[in-house]
T-cell receptor, first 115, second 111 residues
Framework: DQQVKQNSPSLSVQEGRISILNCDYT??????FLWYKKYPAEGPTFLIS?????DKNEDGRFTVFLNKSAKHLSLHIVPSQPGDSAVYFCAASWRRGGSNYKLTFGKGTLLTVNP | SQTIHQWPATLVQPVGSPLSLECTVEGTSNPNLYWYRQAAGRGLQLLFYSVGIGQISSEVPQNLSASRPQDRQFILSSKKLLLSDSGFYLC??????????FGNGTRLTVT
């Protein structure tokens, strides 16, 4: 049972445009969500997170939106740059349940930003 | 600042051979430590986590084991590798409610 789903294996956008990466989850107990970015042959690096008490969190070019009723979150990158080309993983955890350290990951979306 | 070291970067091992992957963290005390695996075409799967020396929790039944002999050292082992053990193994650490921080991973190919 896949509790965190990234239904788009890949996404291609033009440099300067907006990239929107989507993620759906099924476990209503999740209350903390994160996005990680991964380059080939490297470990994932933390990008941005959001708590379930918020519906938006912004950090520079990156914004994460959370729609709890739809169990959906998205990562917006504006403007997209070629260096953003990587695999993006969505992850979730249940902090109030004491499982803040156990992240459930999606399968990832490969973003390609074309110059 | 905190750093995480994981080695080796790549490893090719025959079926039935033993495995030992090591991970060490610097610059923090009493971190939570994790082993994740990314198999081909799949997401990151949590294998083991540890909240302290000698405390290991296993998330999935498998052919692997983990140990934490020191506060900042986490070891992933197997007595006999299977073909299905091939994958990209990632060590990670966290403290309190911080996000997980990953090492650069080990690409294991079992032949």
């Amino acid at each position: 049972d896949q509790q965190v789903k990234q239904n788009s294996p890949s996404l291609s956008v033009q440099e300067g445009r907006i990239s929107i990466l989507n993620c759906d989850y099924t476990n209503s107990m999740f209350d903390y969500f994160l996005w990680y970015k991964k380059y080939p042959a490297e470990g994932p690096t933390f990008l941005i997170s959001i708590s379930s008490i918020k519906d938006k969190n912004e950090d520079g070019r990156f914004t994460v939106f959370l729609n709890k009723s739809a169990k959906h979150l998205s990562l917006h990158i504006v403007p997209s740059q070629p260096g953003d080309s990587a695999v993006y993983f969505c992850a979730a955890s249940w902090r109030r349940g004491g499982s803040n350290y156990k992240l459930t990951f999606g399968k990832g979306t490969l973003l390609t930003v074309n110059p | 600042s905190q750093t995480i070291h994981q080695w080796p970067a790549t490893l090719v091992q025959p079926v039935g051979s033993p495995l030992s992957l090591e991970c060490t963290v610097e610059g923090t005390s009493n971190p939570n430590l994790y082993w994740y695996r990314q198999a081909a075409g799949r997401g990151l799967q949590l294998l083991f986590y540890s909240v302290g020396i000698g405390q290991i929790s296993s998330e999935v039944p498998q052919n692997l084991s983990a140990s934490r002999p020191q506060d900042r050292q986490f070891i992933l082992s197997s007595k006999k590798l299977l073909l299905s053990d091939s994958g990209f193994y990632l060590c990670a650490w966290s403290v309190l409610n911080s996000p997980l921080h990953f090492g650069n991973g080990t690409r294991l190919t079992v032949t």
